[in-house]
């Protein structure tokens, strides 16, 4: 079993920067795919970036893709969500989550463990 815990969020102004955390426990992030999803008031949960064994295998939703990067660190047992260009429309709950396998990646419903979640508010 694995507990995740999600930190780094916060209160940014539109283009501005936030850097996620995800620490794990309970056994190594090395033979699990991780996501990130996030949920935003009256939304349903949606998927944001996965990534794979390494981070040579990263996916990443459209409207994301240039401004977000998922990365891991094994050793750290640590996944890291890097967001740039921040927009209004990306503030929500941010969750981390695990999933043994590669099919699904981009389905919540395929994850088998999840963190509570790191709020995101960005100001216009």
């Known amino acids: 079993q694995v507990q995740l815990i999600e930190s780094g969020g916060g209160s940014v102004q539109a283009g501005g920067s936030l850097r996620l955390s995800c620490a794990a426990s309970g056994r190594t992030i090395s033979t699990y795919a991780m996501g990130w999803f996030r949920q935003a008031p009256g939304k349903e949960r949606e998927f944001v970036a996965a990534?794979?064994?390494?981070?040579?295998?990263?996916y990443y939703a459209d409207s994301v893709k240039g401004r977000f990067t998922i990365s891991r660190d094994n050793a750290k047992n640590t996944l890291y969500l890097q967001m740039n260009t921040l927009k209004p429309e990306d503030t929500a709950l941010y969750y981390c989550a695990a999933k043994s396998g590669d099919y699904g990646l981009r389905l919540s419903g395929k994850y088998d463990y999840w963190g509570q979640g790191t709020q995101v508010t960005v100001s216009s």
């Open positions: 990534s794979m064994y390494s981070e040579r295998s990263a």
